[in-house]
């Protein structure tokens, strides 16, 4: 299945877990600063209560539609 997403799972995971990893250091200006640079990075630093539900469904609709390449 071709994914129609420009993201491979490497890229994502690291963008995920470099928000996460943001979120916990609790540095603003730096989360700011990164997400200025990069945009889907942005959509996982953001603390809207209906950009987190969107972040999660990208997390999902991923998984979705890379299970079976595994």
Do not use: C, G, P
């Amino acid at each position: 299945m071709v994914s129609k997403f420009k993201m491979n799972e490497v890229d994502f995971w690291n963008k995920y877990f470099k928000a996460e990893y943001l979120h916990s250091t609790k540095n603003a200006v730096a989360a700011a600063a990164e997400a200025a640079e990069d945009e889907d990075l942005a959509v996982f630093l953001k603390d809207d209560e209906i950009l987190e539900i969107e972040a999660r469904k990208k997390v999902f609709v991923f998984f979705l539609f890379n299970s079976d390449s595994q």
